[in-house]
């Protein structure tokens, strides 16, 4: 069974610090991964898709992988009250189907 | 351009009773998910339609959930007869094609079985 595993927090920082959320993955196969963003009530909005080994920026979010690893995260810079949010990591195979992680809390504090 | 988009967004009725729930994809795009979130539990899938046709439905739990999207558009997925365990939020994705990874999600339906 593929699993999708991430860490439920909740993670806690500062406002203007470096927000770190990390998960793993079990299926080898995995070709694509991505970082949604969900507000309580919300529905799930993507953020982030890496395909590649490496780092891949776009304005204060960069998404982190490593296949050997079977490891992929995202960085938040300059963390903001508005980013406070459940960050819902998914991955997929050829199939496209995205099996999702359970998610983790992020609290940005002023 | 309009998203996906659920309907209705919250649903309450009683163990027993039949509900169904409606998406309407991304206009244009072939590919339509089904997915679940339970209490405390992850997003998981349900079922996967590719214009009218069912792709993968490995995720449905059991007969009592039917999903249809006849002419390749809207989909409905019907819980009947509604046990409480099938209480939880209700989601729908989309994606345009075979190239394209990225899925875009509808609001969800808060489906409550009392």
């Known amino acids: 069974q593929k699993e999708v595993e991430q860490n439920s927090g909740p993670l806690s920082v500062p406002e203007g610090a470096i927000a770190s959320l990390n998960c793993t993955y079990s299926d080898r196969g995995s070709q694509s991964f991505f970082w949604y963003r969900q507000y309580s009530g919300k529905s799930p909005e993507l953020i982030m898709f890496?395909?590649?080994?490496g780092d891949k920026e776009d304005g204060r979010f960069t998404a982190q992988l490593n296949k050997a690893s079977q490891y992929v995260s995202l960085l938040i810079r300059d963390s903001q009250p508005s980013d406070s949010a459940t960050y819902l990591c998914?991955?997929?195979?050829?199939?496209?189907?995205?099996?999702f992680g359970r998610g983790t809390s992020l609290i940005v504090h002023p | 351009e309009a998203g996906v988009t659920q309907f209705p967004s919250h649903s309450v009725i009683e163990k027993g009773q039949t509900v169904t729930l409606r998406c309407d994809p991304i206009s244009g795009h072939d590919n339509l998910y089904w997915y679940r979130r339970v209490m405390g539990k992850e997003i998981k899938f349900l079922l996967h339609f590719v214009k009218e046709s069912k792709q993968d439905e490995s995720g449905m739990p059991n007969n009592r959930f039917l999903a249809e999207r006849t002419g390749g558009t809207y989909s409905t997925l019907k819980v009947q007869p509604a046990e409480l365990e099938d209480s939880g939020v209700y989601f729908c994705a989309s994606r345009p094609d075979r190239t394209t990874a990225e899925a875009f999600f509808g609001q969800g339906t808060r489906l409550t079985v009392v």
């Open positions: 890496i395909y590649s080994n």
């Open positions: 998914a991955v997929s195979g050829g199939s496209y189907i995205p099996t």
